[in-house]
């Protein structure tokens, strides 16, 4: 039931929205559509926290552990984000940045973009996933160009090829998948159902299944932004409209690396080894060395925060190779905080660019003079995706580095290094940015703090002390990728 | 239908898919292109059909169809309509290097044969030497991607590899089950209702549809 309504509500905000377009109430029906697909997030989390693992709607759909709670991180930052985007887009429709038509569109486009990831999340046919990961690929690619700036479309058009390259590949890897899958249960859809998949992955062909994992990699990697494959994602994180930066950071990675994941353990089971984890490992490990020396040399304040999200989507990527309770339980961790962490920040980042009508750094200044409650929100956003304790990021990467120094003792240290340049690299950049004197052209804005204070302080508490219910659904979860 | 007979026709076929993705890679005029790629979608389509016929799976002939009504008739109407609101229909390209691409491209297919050579032994399906081709066709339309520089042609290269996926999917497999086809024929559907926003928005910001001039989202800055 509860299923069944997360997607009713998603599908109808977006209806809804399309027809009420610029008028009043539009930012309120779209905080209304996603905090109700939210509370329906949140029994169906309770349906499966009481019961298990479900199948529904003729084994279409399947809620575990690992998925249920990604659907209840999107729906929760998707419900912020549209608060914080009340303000923010009023302010940018007042400056003309953004028009009548565009607003329609934004609206329409955010809700189908959240319909189309918890589609990702819950179905249980790894072909509908495949068709959902580009639904959402297709609803943002003109989200991106929503300003109609040469660097905008640029971006978007990056944005859609690339992204539409990677995906296609990832089909292929789907229908290899699907080859393997029909020599064990026939023609028709039991083959694409990732519970038949996973029950009797050792019956698949492994040899196939590698092959079929290589282009999943390549393909979903490209949606996770993994090195070297993340060219489009500085590009499409800082050109859009600032609340879809922070969708496309904090969730959309998320449920790529969910596919990713789900058919990692798929082809694990069919080939009895850990390969596809050393393929992990390595793109993981390279994205997280390239972002943080990227961090280094960045101008502009989102595509910072974009490299950031590459960074930590290696962290999440490299757990996951690594395998192993405790790793996975990192992994899963780390994708929760990040995600909640990064929107955070790009909160916050919108409201410092619209003060200071610029995203380039060196031109913002002094915003705890500004408006003290934007300055240190994203000091402390920052301070917190930087892994200093006691925020929940830290926990989860100290969770991941125990694991590696057990399991790859020699790749530990490389991992610290990419963390520990991070940190340097963005606190240099931020310092300035937060503290001393206000910069001249700064103006005053009413800035939407509820969003960040929420997501900040649940950050801290989750590095402070992990609740049961958390705990056991992770501990759920690591069991069923082991 | 004679089982041999069917694979036969559809080596054949086959190999004509392959031959139609090198003269993509070099056809310079863009409504060649287009005609190009919509002969490429009525023999994707043909094909689906005859294994659909010769093993009896009826759930093909409407994969056949959708094929048909999408890769030949609506995407290059829609592409023919684009081109000509955009007044490019006669404009000429200019490709440079054809050898070099063409070697590239022979290289790709030999690649493509021995990555799928595994799967080829596994095969008992009548279409399974024809999976080379689909990825081969996969490569190349990445290769054209590459090596071209117009929108247009970018597109046509993508569509044109997304038929190779499509094949590769009747060749594996005898084709997905019919809610996957029919999604990912919905996701190309709005894909092309996007591109053809983007030429637009692409024409009126950098009056021009030529690529190089976006340029500007480097990392050295």
Same mark, same amino acid.
């Given at each position: 039931m509860a299923l069944i309504l997360v997607f009713v509500t998603s599908l109808l905000g977006a209806v809804v929205l399309a027809f009420v377009?610029?008028?009043?109430y539009a930012h309120e029906i779209n905080i209304i559509g996603s905090g109700a697909t939210f509370a329906a997030s949140i029994f169906l989390a309770y349906e499966v926290y009481a019961t298990g693992p479900m199948l529904a709607g003729d084994d279409f759909f399947f809620v575990d552990a690992f998925n249920v709670y990604l659907a209840v991180l999107t729906a929760f930052v998707s419900t912020t984000t549209a608060i914080f985007s009340r303000k923010y887009m009023k302010f940018e429709r007042s400056h003309g940045r953004v028009g009548h038509k565009s607003m329609r569109f934004y609206h329409a486009m955010f809700q189908l973009f959240i319909f189309a990831m918890l589609l990702a999340l819950l179905t249980n046919n790894v072909g509908v996933l495949w068709i959902s990961m580009e639904l959402a690929t297709l609803s943002t690619v003109l989200l991106v160009s929503l300003y109609r700036t040469p660097a905008a479309i640029e971006a978007a058009w990056k944005y859609f090829i690339l992204c539409g390259v990677g995906i296609a590949l990832a089909l292929f890897g789907t229908v290899l998948l699907y080859f393997a899958a029909e020599k064990v249960f026939?023609? $028709?859809t039991q083959g694409l159902l990732w519970t038949n998949l996973n029950a009797y992955? $050792?019956?698949?062909e492994p040899t196939v299944l590698s092959l079929a994992f290589i282009f999943l990699m390549v393909g979903y990697g490209t949606k996770v932004g993994?090195?070297?494959?993340?060219?489009w994602l500085p590009d499409a994180h800082s050109e859009g409209p600032t609340p879809i930066s922070a969708v496309l950071s904090g969730l959309l990675l998320n449920v790529a690396l969910y596919a990713l994941v789900r058919c990692k353990v798929i082809v694990d089971g069919a080939t009895g080894s850990n390969k596809t984890g050393y393929i992990m490992m390595a793109f993981g490990l390279l994205s997280i060395i390239v972002a943080s020396f990227s961090l280094l040399r960045q101008k502009d304040i989102k595509r910072m925060f974009a490299y950031s999200s590459i960074e930590h989507m290696g962290i999440a990527t490299f757990a996951f190779g690594l395998g192993g309770p405790v790793a996975t339980f990192g992994a899963l961790l780390h994708m929760l905080v990040h995600s909640i962490t990064k929107s955070a920040i790009f909160f916050t980042v919108g409201h410092a660019a619209q003060m200071n009508s610029t995203q380039d750094m060196s031109r913002i200044r002094g915003l705890v003079k500004g408006n003290p409650l934007v300055g240190w929100g994203l000091m402390l956003g920052v301070v917190a995706i930087a892994g200093v304790?006691?925020?929940g990021v830290f926990t989860s990467e100290f969770l991941i580095l125990t694991a590696a120094m057990k399991n790859a003792p020699y790749l530990a240290p490389v991992f610290l290094l990419g963390i520990a340049v991070a940190f340097a690299a963005l606190m240099k950049r931020v310092m300035p940015m937060v503290f001393g004197d206000a910069a001249p052209w700064q103006g005053s804005l009413k800035a939407s703090h509820f969003p960040v204070i929420l997501h900040l302080v649940l950050i801290l508490i989750l590095g402070l002390y992990m609740p049961v219910f958390l705990n056991d659904w992770f501990h759920k979860a690591a069991e069923l990728l082991r | 239908m004679d089982l041999s007979l069917a694979a036969q026709i559809n080596s054949v076929l086959a190999a004509l898919i392959l031959l139609t993705s090198f003269a993509l890679l070099v056809q310079r005029r863009i409504q060649g292109l287009l005609h190009i790629f919509a002969w490429q979608g009525l023999l994707l389509s043909i094909s689906t059909a005859v294994v659909g016929y010769s093993a009896g799976l009826h759930h093909l002939y409407i994969s056949a169809l959708l094929t048909l009504t999408l890769k030949v008739f609506a995407l290059p109407y829609i592409l023919y309509v684009l081109i000509h609101k955009l007044k490019i229909h006669k404009e000429v390209e200019e490709v440079v290097n054809i050898p070099t691409t063409m070697l590239i491209g022979i290289a790709l297919v030999i690649f493509s044969y021995d990555l799928t050579s595994p799967v080829r032994e596994l095969s008992t399906l009548l279409?399974?030497?024809t999976l080379a081709v689909a990825l081969s066709t996969v490569m190349l339309g990445l290769l054209m991607m590459i090596t071209r520089k117009k929108a247009v042609t970018q597109i046509v290269g993508f569509l044109s590899l997304e038929n190779g996926l499509f094949f590769a999917a009747t060749s594996a497999t005898?084709?997905?089950?019919l809610v996957v086809e029919l999604g990912v024929a919905l996701d190309i559907l709005i894909a092309a209702f996007i591109f053809g926003i983007f030429f637009f928005q692409i024409r009126t910001t950098f009056e021009s549809l030529d690529l190089k001039e976006m340029e500007k989202l480097k990392e050295d800055e």
């Open positions: 377009g610029d008028r009043k026939g023609e $028709g992955a $050792g019956s698949l993994l090195v070297p494959l993340h060219n304790p006691p925020f | 279409t399974r030497s005898y084709g997905m089950p």
